[in-house]
């Protein structure tokens, strides 16, 4: 097994929770890489000998981003409808269902393709894993074959059939169908359930006959709710013991205070704020309550459409009260947690070698260069990509 | 002289102010670049032979950014002043004190050197012509020699010894050196002469008399004015008939008449107003008032360290009330206005063939797609960097 030193790193962010900060970091560094792990981290002066040297140049090297809420599997371009949303008009073309539309006109090969460049773009930022949902097929066959092509590139790979209810059927239709032939056509190709708890999409007896249907066929619950207004999805989520519940933008202090009993994870995605002009969800107030936090990108056509987590980390820092520490942290440690992964998020020994090499000294300047490409280079399981 | 074609352009801007929108947009276009010149646009089909060809895929191409505002000479790191500044401290480590410090101690290689990254950095986000400002150094050598570095990478320089008034010396004092023997040494370096007009920096007959001192020796007149609130900048670049005046954030009605009658261009630099948590200038009232607008990055280490001119078209849309069209036009159109510069800034025949290729469709998406790099090429005078 070959291994390598990287030396001279002016700044190592671990997230080792036993360091001297949040972040575990480390100045003046070197990391050693053995396979796909990292092996040992510690002052570089210190750092045992490998079989291959690579020189940071003084810069930070920080943990692989953990993305872990997207939707890539789509095709179709609705820029004019972004454009249209912010010249303040309603737009009536379609919102989503254009992108269904496209999406169940599109091959399998398109799709893949249109995946794998938003994947690799993801990759040349920084992020080293990545979930991603199904829920522009909304039917059995296209929902599986969605989840089949977002599944070449992640294991995190999440039943989002309960996406919208599609034209052309009742809820009470389309929930059946989504809790029974659709389930059983997407469940060998999907880890997680999720369901779109909102007004207008999904209510929570729905959702929760989604989820409770989706856990029973061995796949692990998600949830997006809070997004657009005050709602009983947090709460559901919460009592159901899901791993995360994404975007708590509106929300109650009962839901804050249910969030920090339960462990489930509070993903906040600020691209989606950004991208549709609504306020910003309070990270502050989940932090200081002790609620367990990630930010992802919720990379998708309609309502954001940034694949950069560099960028939801200077809107966190920016809009949302978070330090630049924490914001890292959430986009690592955080990640990782809202999918329920050890191996990933951090970079102490035994952890999957996954890495951005910064161009910069340190990992502030993730928020204080906002939208400059501070990546120079990105590993994933132990050797540069 | 070598001619080259880029045929399937999926959309071109060329900002021909005869074309059928602001932006002269075709689509399904080609560009013929002969030397550094752009010979011939228009739709694909109808395009001359050329020696080389180039084929865009289906891609967007817009003018190279103009980027008329920027502190690139400088040394130092002031990462932890932001961080403390987004935390709600009020730092005291002295500011823009730190980064003269660093500056004169730095020699002229590690500026260049400095300066090179920052550059190259911009090139790869897709400016083409940027404006480099002096103004932390505040000593005559330290103005000159860093006036010297910028003109190694830019025609546009610009003279700022009167950005703030350095310790140990009083405002009399140093205005009469900025006027006298500073401006002696700096204008063999400088294109224009720039003052920072506010509150705390220098007043309006300071910086009348630092004007009209540059321009008496030969340099063009632009101005840092109504930054951190309302004041006299912006009335006196109307009544001098700067070519453009800067920052505009706090403008009364008078301020937004004088803009529009004189032509001066109010620049708008956003990524201040994101760094520094401040209000947003309101682009939309200038617009709609008749006044030429440009929007540049003003990437310095302190209010300020971002270079990406995507980003700025971004926040324009986001907080400012531009459309993605207008922003494309400020930081193309706009910014070459802000220099005086006929050249550059649009792609029709007899400009300079500077270019970006974009990894999309349209040019919308540098607002639909904030953060992400979507640069995949820059051209500079006619040929790929």
Redesign the interface.
């Given at each position: 097994m070959t291994s390598t030193v990287i030396t001279n790193i002016g700044e190592l962010v671990t997230n080792d929770p036993a360091g001297p900060d949040l972040l575990g970091t480390v100045e003046g560094a070197a990391l050693v890489v053995e396979g796909s792990r990292v092996a040992w981290t510690g002052p570089a002066a210190a750092a045992p000998a490998a079989d291959e040297q690579v020189d940071a140049g003084g810069r930070a090297v920080v943990p692989g981003f953990v993305d872990s809420h997207s939707h890539l599997v789509f095709a179709g371009?609705r820029?004019?409808e972004?454009?249209a949303r912010?010249?303040g008009e309603s737009y009536a073309a379609g919102g989503i269902r254009t992108t269904v539309a496209a999406t169940r006109a599109a091959s399998d090969e398109l799709l893949t393709s249109h995946v794998a460049g938003l994947v690799a773009?993801m990759r040349?930022?920084g992020t080293t894993t990545v979930e991603i949902k199904s829920g522009y097929g909304l039917t059995v066959h296209d929902e599986a074959r969605s989840l089949a092509v977002a599944a070449q590139f992640t294991e995190e790979t999440t039943y989002l059939g309960a996406h919208v209810v599609p034209d052309g059927t009742t809820p009470e239709e389309y929930v059946a169908l989504v809790t029974g032939p659709m389930l059983d056509a997407c469940a060998p190709h999907a880890r997680w359930v999720d369901a779109f708890c909102e007004t207008g999409a999904f209510d929570a007896d729905q959702s929760r006959a989604v989820l409770t249907a989706g856990m029973a066929a061995g796949l692990r619950g998600r949830l997006h709710a809070n997004q657009l207004g005050p709602g009983p999805g947090v709460a559901l989520a919460c009592e159901l013991g899901l791993t995360a519940v994404d975007h708590c933008t509106f929300l109650t202090d009962t839901d804050v205070a249910a969030l920090a009993d339960s462990g489930t994870v509070a993903t906040l995605l600020p691209?989606v704020e950004?991208?549709t002009?609504q306020p910003y969800p309070d990270a502050r107030r989940l932090l200081d309550a002790g609620v367990r936090v990630a930010l992802a990108s919720d990379c998708n056509p309609g309502s954001c459409?940034?694949?950069?987590i560099?960028?939801?980390v200077?809107l966190a820092?920016?809009e949302m009260g978070m330090?630049?520490a924490e914001a890292l942290h959430a986009v690592t440690v955080g990640g990782a947690a809202a999918l329920g992964r050890e191996d990933v998020g951090a970079l102490t020994p035994g952890k999957r070698a996954d890495l951005a090499l910064l161009?910069a000294?340190?990992y502030?300047?993730l928020?204080?260069?906002?939208?400059?490409?501070l990546v120079a280079a990105t590993w994933l399981a132990g050797r540069p990509i």
């Open positions: 371009d820029s004019a972004f454009a912010m010249a773009e040349r930022q691209g950004f991208s002009r459409f940034t694949s950069s560099p960028f939801c200077a820092v920016r330090t630049p161009d000294p340190s502030v300047h928020a204080y260069r906002p939208g400059v490409p």
